[in-house]
């Protein structure tokens, strides 16, 4: 069936990376690693289940970079020491013995601290809470995230360093690409974003000093692993605000994407909530202009589970690649049984409710044989990122 879907199914490369498809499975928090941030058992056959999904990529969830300030939500998994690292091997390992490449996305939370067994307190560009309120389906506490202090610029300089020291990390247990998770409201961009970026030195002001931080880590991350696949997730919206836009709309994603271009990575991937719709007036999504300001391959995401849309989002040239959450989350053979013209299983809110946690998954599909909900489940709400 894959001349349904020409494109979609045929061989792409992300810098020295070659997939056999454009399908990729999408970042999605499980919040269920060990309490100091180790890899389970249970991890690994999840990630070995996509594996065996037909998919050209498969991408980690995000492991969060320090013992410091970077974890952001209660059992998640890091890459911070030697522990943590060596955890990760067996994932790889198994995804490795089913035939494909796996990504790793490293990430510090900044405001968006909900859990962090490590320090107290949480660091952000300025001193400004986060819009919303914690989220639930991620062991949050009730009520608003806590206040930042601003971070010091020594503390940045340490940021900027243990990016590069957990990508490298993850290269030397055999990652085949990086991702750094610059978007979704998480440090880098609340360096980005205007409302949370109240500083008065070269790091804000215009857009072109907002996204310096951003440009410094990626440069110390491909420094640091020049012989795989670098790239950096980007989005305007938040997990705490779904509405944000950039306030310079196309000139803001205009002097973004050509400063990213400018560090040596390989890729952008466009997170939006609502896919590859137009944005800022013009005809194109972000990611499509992402791709027309940087000249990188793009990933897009968004919606994009559908088959139908997926193909015509790359037919349009609005991004290179997609990737694919929700409907992977459903059925892990998503890219296969689309490849092959059979239905895969449809992703039903129950699986996420009342915890986005692998126990709940696994009961959910225990007492769901086949995939089909048994009982009523949540109503269905808005997720930026799983």
Not at 116 to 124: A, D, F, K, T
Not at 182 to 187: H, Q
């Amino acid at each position: 069936m894959t001349e349904r879907y020409p494109t979609l199914f045929s061989p792409g490369a992300l810098g020295p990376l070659d997939l056999a498809n454009r399908t990729i499975v999408g970042p999605m928090t499980r919040a269920s690693a060990t309490v100091d941030g180790l890899v389970t058992d249970q991890m690994r056959d999840y990630y070995a289940d996509f594996g065996r999904g037909g998919w050209g990529l498969l991408e980690t969830e995000a492991a969060y970079i320090d013992l410091k300030y970077s974890q952001g939500y209660d059992y998640q998994p890091g890459i911070a020491n030697a522990a943590q690292q060596e955890s990760w091997r067996k994932v790889v390992d198994a995804v490795h013995a089913e035939g494909m490449p796996i990504m790793l996305q490293i990430f510090h939370c900044g405001a968006i601290n909900q859990g962090n067994p490590w320090v107290e307190g949480s660091i952000s560009s300025s001193v400004v809470r986060p819009k919303g309120i914690q989220i639930d389906r991620y062991r949050g506490g009730k009520g608003p995230f806590q206040t930042p202090r601003e971070i010091t610029r020594d503390e940045m300089a340490e940021v900027v360093q243990s990016f590069a020291d957990a990508a490298r990390r993850g290269v030397e247990v055999g990652f085949d690409a990086i991702e750094v998770h610059g978007a979704n409201g998480y440090l880098p961009d609340q360096f980005l974003s205007a409302h949370t970026n109240l500083r008065k030195d070269e790091y804000g002001g215009p857009i072109e000093s907002r996204v310096r931080f951003h440009c410094e880590i990626m440069e110390a991350v491909r420094h640091a692993c020049p012989q795989v696949a670098v790239g950096v997730r980007i989005s305007q919206t938040k997990v705490n605000d779904f509405d944000h836009v950039w306030a310079g709309g196309a000139e803001d994603a205009r002097a973004t994407f050509a400063a990213l271009a400018q560090t040596g990575i390989d890729f952008l991937h466009c997170s939006a909530h609502l896919g590859v719709t137009p944005v800022f007036g013009t005809t194109r999504s972000l990611s499509g202009l992402a791709r027309d300001f940087s000249g990188l391959p793009v990933i897009t995401n968004g919606k994009l589970h559908d088959p139908v849309l997926a193909e015509q989002a790359l037919v349009q040239e609005e991004g290179d690649f997609v990737t694919v959450a929700k409907g992977a989350l459903g059925d892990p053979a998503w890219a296969a049984k689309v490849r092959d013209g059979i239905e895969p299983i449809a992703f039903d809110p129950g699986m996420i409710t009342p915890l986005a946690t692998l126990d709940n998954y696994y009961d959910w599909l225990a007492a769901n044989p086949g995939g089909k909900a048994q009982t009523a489940t949540a109503p269905r709400d808005k997720t930026e990122t799983l």
